[in-house]
């Protein structure tokens, strides 16, 4: 069964920073383009960061640029994205994605299988 875990959500303070994990788990996605995307209360799911098959490029979401950074590392199979600067704003439950179609881009993620996300909660 293929599978996408998450890891490394919690409570911060307003500039703080946290590194979010995803393992995966029953086929390698080492060919696949990977993407976080968010959910905050009563808003809809939005991308925040993706990288290449290659890990050649990424790609942010205009809120995070700077503050963000995503990566990969195929030999364990897991991604990460470190979060600096943090704010209240960036409040949500986070969610790691595979790219359906393998040797895709870092802006043209579509999701084909989900983690079941973490939460993150930033205090002001």
């Known amino acids: 069964q293929v599978q996408l875990v998450e890891s490394g959500g919690g409570l911060v303070q307003a500039g703080g920073s946290l590194r979010l994990s995803c393992t995966a788990s029953g086929r390698t996605f080492r060919n696949s383009a990977m993407a976080w995307f968010r959910q905050a209360p009563g808003k809809e799911r939005e991308f925040v960061a993706g990288?290449?098959?290659?890990?050649?490029?990424?790609h942010y979401t205009d809120s995070v640029k700077g503050r963000f950074t995503i990566s990969r590392d195929d030999a364990n199979n897991t991604v990460y994205l470190q979060m600096n600067s943090l704010k209240p704003e960036d409040t949500a439950v986070y969610y790691c994605?595979?790219?359906?179609?393998?040797?895709?881009?870092?802006?043209?993620?579509?999701?084909?299988?989900w983690g079941q996300g973490t939460l993150v909660t930033v205090s002001s």
């Open positions: 994605a595979a790219d359906r179609q393998a040797f895709g881009d870092s802006y043209s993620v579509q999701p084909g299988v």
């Open positions: 990288i290449s098959w290659t890990a050649s490029n990424t």
